[in-house]
């Protein structure tokens, strides 16, 4: 993947967000020879403040826009972003190729509804390609990463609290063999993980940062890598089969590296030809879905790193994977704008070609249940699948902004959505939706 940070790059700067829209559009009435934005009528316009599920269902804009006053309409502005939304691509206009081939699949699913947007949260993202920033570990309980901070938020108590900070000194209290003891200063954090206690934050220098949520301070600090390429892309925290919690880490020195999370000893390090911007485990620990810095991605043995099938079929790099419940079903999420699902024991053909709106598939995760899949884009649109319908029927959830991150809780009753932006910045949560019977209340 790129070495360019968020700040970087100008791709997404040319994509204005809703702050400078508002100042573009004081300028043009200023040329039309109207009057000048007053500073009360600007500070209307770009004051935020949350949205309840009650004042969506009355007609507020769920992120707070006030459109009434703006002199463009959502659909409108909607059709622009669109229209000028730059997807980055390594690949010459493999976007394009898939725009004329591939057909989107019908909207009309209602899964999940729109349950809160929180302002006091502000997500923000490090590097562009890499949106895996937040985490749900309960119905109630997110982190995130803000800045450099790593954030938790309770949606029951509405109470933000700071878990870790690294722009200063981090260094472990436990003593393991590997840690770096003298710890870091102003580490980058591109990006995170957790699960249950446990929780994980990935380098742009390819550090790793293990925390446990039930005490106090770092547990572990090691530097996977000192090559110079060696920002940590994606991590994942699951339970072994022999026993204990692991955690895999993804890097763009081309390394994949299993390490324990009891003992934080390093157990496997696969190397590959090209910078692994994503890997995920099957359910049964015996397959790792490698993506990377090719147009191929890899079904590699857990044991030995061998490949056992190759992924052929998307036109750019890519940057996501993940695994249905079942242990057959991945999907693998491309700059070429598709999300494409397979099936393990026949690799040959994709099961789905999945089109999105305006840019590269960042983000996937299926739900425990395997009924659902959540798709990120880069921005502005988060789509759930139904995988029974075999993901021909999708939910569209819509908005403005860059997506840092989506997650499901465990339970899968909750969706929550980053969103980075200047003004905008916020969480969403959407909560799954139910339908019971009028027999239901005697149960």
Known sequence: MSSERAEDYDYMAEDEDMAEFVDDMNEDNNERGGAEMGDDEYNVLTKVTDTSSAQARSGKDIQGIPWDRLNITRDNYRMTRLEQYKNYENIPSSGDAVDKECKQMEKGGNYYEFFHNTRLVKPTILHFQLRNLVWAASKHDVYLMSNYSVMHWSSISSNLSEILNFSGHVAPTEKHPGSILEGFMQTQISTLAVKDNLLVAGGFQGELTCKRLDKEGVSFCT???????????????????RGGI???????????????????????????????????????????????????????????????????????????????????????GNQDKTCRVWDARKVSTPIAVLKGNLGAVRSIRFSSDGRFMVVAEPADFVHVYDTKADYKMRQEIDFFGEISGVSLSPDDEALYIGIWDRTYASLLQYNKRHQYGYMDCYL
């Open 223 to 241: 530097r996977t890598t000192y090559d110079d390429n060696a920002i940590t892309n994606a991590l994942e925290i699951y339970d072994s089969p």
């Open 246 to 332: 692991h955690f895999m880490a993804s890097n763009n020195d081309c390394g994949v590296r299993e390490y324990d999370m009891e003992s934080f000893q390093l157990l496997n390090h696969f190397r590959f030809p090209w910078p692994v911007n994503h890997t995920s485990i099957s359910p049964d620990r015996k397959l790792i879905t490698v993506v990377g810095d090719h147009l191929h991605g890899l079904l590699v043995d857990s044991q030995n790193g061998k490949t056992v099938s190759s992924v052929v079929g998307h036109l750019d790099y890519s940057f996501a994977s993940a695994w249905h419940p079942d242990g057959n079903i991945f999907a693998t």
